[in-house]
């Protein structure tokens, strides 16, 4: 093949690539647009905002925000709960709270 030719057909080759590119993206550029008219649950981290994940739900309304905790603020939240970093017990109006002896009435 002479050299002139071999270019030619380089060329074409390229055009060629460069158009089934040009049609891929197209592609993914309508199904991200389609992706995105669908319904969407997004859940997110109550407390840090953070995005967990999302979800598609049979029927539900565009961009549909619900609350859950990730497990990172989920562990802080757990050591915060643990007994033994808890405040002693408050006494309820229907208890009464000891009083210290030099309260007390002396009959």
Request: glycine share 2%; charged share 20%; with cysteine.
């Amino acid at each position: 093949m002479p050299p002139s030719a071999a270019r030619t057909v380089s060329r074409q080759v390229i055009r060629d690539v460069q158009a089934l590119i040009a049609c891929a993206r197209e592609v993914i550029r309508q199904s991200r647009w389609a992706r995105g008219q669908q319904p969407s649950l997004t859940i997110v981290c109550a407390w840090c905002q953070q995005t967990i994940r999302g979800q598609r739900p049979e029927e539900a309304p565009r961009g549909l925000i619900s609350h859950s905790i990730c497990r990172a603020c989920f562990t802080d939240v757990l050591q915060e709960l643990d007994p033994a970093n808890a405040f002693p017990p408050v006494p309820t109006k229907t208890e009464t709270a000891p009083l210290a002896s030099y309260l007390r009435l002396v009959p």
